[in-house]
């Protein structure tokens, strides 16, 4: 069988050069073009040896391909991604520029105006766990944040069931890969090896998608979403802990942690990277797979849900998320190329 | 001055072997005897080379001392201070044992029946910013737990002022020193470095203990604390945040960030060891320090009031606030010893 | 075609859990038999919850496999090893029981008395590319020490050819997981984060193994090696750096670096998985995968040969090798199921 | 007695704060003026929150000091250092522009013309172990680089008795503080983290250094000396393996270690700052304190004496050290304000 032609718009940041990883070993899909700015003219294996054996050459301008991913900042994506579209290219976006459905969110959370609104609706947010059918016909996917990907599915199950009052508290605990490779401070190893911190406490771009997400979830209540993320010091990995009081038929007692974790079972129970665990999860057992481990229980004494997820953060939070939603674009088994598991310890 | 005799029962744990350094660094105190159990009978700073300068040879019993830390684990402490007190010995006791006031907690949460319940009442539980006065003429300090130091002092002045009901969601992130130096799966390197979870939701032991505080400072409404400890891959630090929902009228919008911040810097103006940030804080700030940083903000989108705040856990989480409290306990200025900055980065 | 059955003695350990994640994956073989001690009975992906989709139960006889693993620890490996070649099932040792071929070393070095000392000649040193025609042939294969590989493989080009007088300096920086699953206050998290140390300068037990093919590669001159290990805190991953004077001919500065180089490519030009940089290398690069990158320069002010090497101890220091000659015993491609890329960062 | 008045130019790199944080606590010295370029301006604990008590704007140029430290990069310390001499003020320069004895060696190393080749014979190499008595006396003070202290008192005592022929390899492993809080990938967590390196290897600026003193210590015999530096993933701290191969008088044996104990412990008797251990130091025994622990061996089998030396880079490596030279120049004892233990864990 021919294999598809894929490229990837700036492969040199993290999410990127995981995506030329992701694809180097996906046996319908040939990475034949990826770009970049500052590298471009250099060997894809000069610049990132893990990638041994490419022989690509990082250009300015993507090649001929019939699929493409755009790794590029948000406000830049949607500028390379529209040409694109235009020529018939099926795109994933792993920037933001295509998420949120309200044009006008981009200019509060993105400080831009959104060049092609009209596009947003045409747009599908790209969790296949909520989107599956749609994402199969669409033409353009616009890839969930690294963030969102782990407070929904954690809170997906329990919102749809009216389990909580679309309230909740997310706390989130990030390696620092998702910083970005962008050089900064706050991605300098002697200031956050051996620290802890939070960030983004006024507000971080992650929340509208969250609470647009949770809206459509649950559309009788509007969410109330806190959301702070925390750098912690490890490279990959995002854990996310959920808070959220339960209404009043669960909180009397009546629910048993059994069968809320019924509930959980039942709505993932066709998922092949969601995992409903019987103990508290690690990301540790994520790392390099494109699993989200989803572990939910009952506060009894304070008549709280809490659910914990676990991705890591550069697959299901991005690359293979990414590859996911290509798969099923293409028509291809939705596992292809992301059957690798966790790389453990 | 002559100077008073310390001495620190089971000094091998990481909170026993940060008490005898604070203490080799202690004007006024001289460390004099130390026990411990499979190193009795070793030089101390054979066992810990970091004591460089000690001739201290670790012992079965303790020595001729006017002063006692207790750093056993819970239980065998009750019964290792009891008949010091007995012997007119002031103790800081490092465990459990003395924190709960209700005799009835300790089968519960820690699998024992109280040997001396009628003591409970006598030990004062050694959050000096809280007891200041009390710690000053006791005989019998308990210290406080690593986590309720920093969630109790991130929580104390919004619960007392009734800024929020008495509801609080308490996410602790902590470095695995907290896991004592036992050897576990759980502190084996290779198991939690690049790996965070979180562990004890069924309900940890310092739950009871931050319960116990919050309602001593709020009396008027029963706390309905969740508590999730995370453990994370650094050695030392307690990142705690705390969310709790704000009273109508705050969160009708009229609380600024402003008012907020003045009633912490109101409520720690005299405290040496408490300090307002005005950004969220970092526990590598903290480390090697007796300080707590902390930093109250306003989430004014869902109405919730947000408190972190930063310890080393082995030094206002145990070693640290143990010497603050020996320090008032025998009327020395509350700082001495404990005046080293946090070691950055 | 019908799948080789494929069984693990002591999957619990790093090496034996690592075995079973690339099994899991491998094309050609189905892992049908783990056995362990204090895991017996138990879930495989209970234990090790990575491993997901697995449906084995840890066994404490392995059952009916065509081709077999031995992650056992040093004698007690050669027990369990004896009785399987008996049965003319093919076998994998990962300790160290058949790799000296002089048995008089085992008391020495090990401890014990070899139970099988005509076995020793028998046994193949599994370093395919020093051996690749005899473990093609081989019923038992020695797996290499995680040391020796990197050590060899990094000397292995200049002692042949000569170009040093088979005195070699070998510095190693090691990840805890080498140090085994085991727990010990070596590899408790906070001994070993923010630290480094060396160990075993009396003689580690990989030395005997580096000197014995060191002198296979060089019999003119019997090897001096001095061999330091050490361990710093990460998880995965050797760096070894080996210093060697030049013989006189090269001391003087008649070899260039481009000669040198040319060398060691030409000794590996036909290895699919040692690749030789051109410029120090990262242990991130080998992350997960099988390679060894090697890096080879000269120092020319002082004379002296460096090189340097660097690999995934689990992967081509244990389990990946041990897949790779398992693949040459079988026939199979050499690379099957052992294509993974590094996973960076 | 009235406080000496010091200040730091350049206080905003690892080597200036760690100046600060010390000077902070230095009982006889008060830090009265600092420096910085892109910081100036702001509050010194705003940039650095853990310098907290203090309440210095850091500034554009040096205010009145009787003392000073320049922290600044290469070239340009030369030409802030001159000046401040012409004043009158004694100055400890942390860079490299006055340790090397040579003029000519700065075109070749540094890539620039030395400003005041006169002034390199005045300006003292400030290790005190070797040079105590020139420092007292001194003016200029130029404090080494952090490996060739730990080097340098590594191999000292056996260069200066003969053990060893003064051919070293010197391999040496660095925590990432080393690298500077300058931003670059090379300090970027998610690139350093779970990762070892070798750097420098055409010849890294340290060794100039280290081959100038080595040839003081041993005139006889011009050093011929192998220097790789790695970078392992941790913040600070740094461990140097020395290797040299032993005269033959001692190769053949007749040399026990406890004769060369003796021999170190003699060299360093009356130091307060090395302390010879008697088992393979570690990095973290040394983590905030001035110490510099050293152990010396003997690899038996293949003739070669290894010295293993930890020091904390930024302390002993430069703050500390900047301070005990300090201490001599101004008179103090010379363990002012240096006495604070490793903290450990």
């Keep these: 069988m021919k294999k598809i032609k894929a490229g990837i718009i700036n492969v040199a940041g993290y999410a ?15 990475l034949v ?9 250099k060997r894809l294996d000069e610049v990132f040896p893990h990638l041994t054996g490419s022989n690509l050459i990082i250009e300015t301008e993507l090649g001929d391909v019939d699929f493409a991913f755009s790794a590029m900042p948000h406000k830049e994506s949607a500028a390379a991604v529209l040409p ?18 309200d044009a006008d969110e981009y200019p509060e959370w993105y400080g831009f105006t959104h060049p092609a609104p009209q596009m947003l609706e045409q747009a599908v947010y790209g969790l296949p766990e909520l989107y ?6 669409a033409r353009l996917v616009a890839n969930p944040g690294c ?48 620290d802890v911190a939070a960030y983004a406490l006024e507000g971080h771009r992650h929340l509208p998608e969250i609470i647009q997400e949770l809206n459509l979830l649950q559309p009788d209540q509007p969410a109330s979403v806190t959301f702070v993320p925390h750098l912690i010091p490890m490279t990959r990995g995002i854990l996310t802990t959920c808070y959220a009081p339960l209404t009043n038929r669960l909180a009397s007692g009546k629910m048993e942690e059994a069968e809320l974790r019924q509930i959980y079972l039942d709505f993932y129970k066709d998922e092949s990277f969601v995992k409903v665990t019987t103990s508290p999860p690690h990301t540790k057992h994520t790392l390099g ?57």
């Design 16 to 30: 990127g050069v995981e995506l030329a990883r992701l694809l180097s070993q996906h046996p319908q899909v040939e």
């Design 33 to 41: 073009s990826v770009t970049g700015r500052s590298t471009a003219g």
């Design 84 to 101: 694109l579209l235009k020529r018939g290219i099926k795109v994933v976006d792993i920037s933001a520029d295509f998420r949120l459905k």
């Design 132 to 137: 599956r059918r749609q994402i199969t016909s």
């Design 147 to 194: 963030y969102p990907t782990g407070a929904i599915l954690a809170l997906a199950p329990a919102v749809k069931q009216g389990l909580v009052g679309n309230h909740a508290i997310i706390d989130s605990k990030s390696g620092i890969s998702g910083a970005g490779r962008t050089m900064s401070l706050k991605t300098h190893f002697a200031e956050v090896n051996e």
């Design 289 to 345: 797979s494109n699993l989200c481990l989803v572990y939910p229980t009952i506060d009894k004494r304070a008549g709280r849900l809490i659910v914990i997820s676990c991705i890591d953060n550069l697959v299901k939070g991005a690359a293979g998320q990414a590859i996911q939603n290509m798969n099923l674009m293409l028509g291809l088994p939705e596992t292809t190329g992301l059957e690798a598991l966790a790389v453990y310890p």
